[in-house]
């Protein structure tokens, strides 16, 4: 664990309208730790006494069903916030939080994160779009869980992913983060073997393909109609 420093914290779209001056204000309030793949940065049901950005790599926010199963809420990518609504209520952590890779984030206090938002409330505004515009997505992916067949599931991460993590090449839409079959599985509430199948239907009907551990889409308005 160690201090963070300014140039950190222009990583993340919270912070993009301050000033050097005023990030300067900020970092020592904020820390950086490490975590291996599969490590857990919180459970659920632990007190609320972080707030986190992921700086490189990412975080899984997951429950377990009644049957035993992890369940994929959310994937952060690099440059988002979570445990942010715990910490902000004063509850518990509602969610596990769990690396999918290597992941490196910066940790907040919950009393040095409302000491930053007391000097800086303009920070609340961008915390609440950002966490609005996040919190509608975990509401339709759980819609989708339990009213959507598995393929227009499968279709609708796909989407959502690409536009989220998304970068155009001359192959199609390259998706920015390694998924594997079971991480699909987990995101969608399906079985490994119903995310591999469905997958191997979408590659021979040309819809993606895989390369070099990253998933392309090749005809996002074909996998559009999946969901409709």
Same mark, same amino acid.
């Given at each position: 664990?160690?201090?963070?420093?300014?140039?950190?914290?222009?990583?993340?779209?919270?912070?993009?309208?301050?000033?050097?001056?005023?990030?300067?204000?900020?970092?020592?309030?904020?820390?950086?730790?490490?975590?291996?793949?599969?490590?857990?940065?919180?459970?659920?049901?632990?007190?609320?006494?972080?707030?986190?950005?992921?700086?490189?790599?990412? =975080?899984?926010?997951?429950?377990?069903?009644?049957?035993?199963?992890?369940?994929?809420?959310?994937?952060?990518?690099?440059?988002?916030?979570?445990?942010? =609504?715990? =910490?902000?209520?004063?509850?518990?952590?509602?969610?596990?939080?769990?690396?999918?890779?290597?992941?490196?984030?910066?940790?907040?206090?919950?009393?040095?994160?409302?000491?930053?938002?007391?000097?800086?409330?303009?920070?609340?505004?961008?915390?609440?779009?950002?966490?609005?515009?996040?919190?509608?997505?975990?509401?339709?992916?759980?819609?989708?869980?339990?009213?959507?067949?598995?393929?227009?599931?499968?279709?609708?991460?796909?989407?959502?992913?690409?536009?989220?993590?998304?970068?155009?090449?001359?192959?199609?839409? =390259?998706?920015?983060?390694?998924?594997?079959?079971?991480?699909?599985?987990?995101?969608?509430?399906?079985?490994?073997?119903?995310?591999?199948?469905?997958?191997?239907?979408?590659?021979?009907?040309?819809?993606?393909?895989?390369?070099?551990?990253?998933?392309?889409?090749?005809?996002?308005?074909?996998?559009?109609?999946?969901?409709?």
């Amino acid at each position: 664990m160690s201090e963070v420093g300014t140039e950190y914290l222009r990583k993340f779209k919270l912070f993009k309208d301050l000033q050097d001056t005023e990030l300067k204000e900020i970092a020592p309030y904020i820390r950086i730790e490490r975590y291996r793949k599969r490590d857990l940065i919180f459970a659920e049901g632990d007190p609320s006494n972080n707030f986190y950005m992921v700086t490189s790599g990412r =975080v899984k926010i997951t429950k377990v069903s009644q049957d035993g199963k992890e369940l994929i809420l959310e994937v952060i990518p690099e440059g988002e916030v979570f445990g942010a =609504v715990a =910490v902000l209520r004063g509850m518990p952590y509602p969610a596990n939080a769990v690396a999918m890779e290597d992941t490196e984030v910066i940790r907040v206090s919950r009393a040095a994160f409302f000491r930053i938002l007391d000097r800086f409330p303009q920070l609340m505004y961008l915390l609440a779009l950002s966490l609005g515009e996040r919190m509608q997505g975990a509401h339709e992916s759980l819609k989708n869980i339990a009213l959507e067949r598995v393929e227009a599931r499968i279709a609708s991460l796909l989407l959502k992913l690409a536009q989220k993590v998304g970068r155009p090449s001359d192959e199609g839409i =390259v998706i920015e983060m390694r998924l594997t079959k079971q991480d699909i599985a987990e995101m969608v509430g399906t079985t490994v073997e119903t995310s591999i199948r469905t997958m191997s239907k979408f590659k021979k009907r040309g819809l993606i393909e895989e390369t070099s551990g990253r998933i392309v889409i090749k005809l996002p308005h074909q996998l559009e109609e999946l969901v409709q």
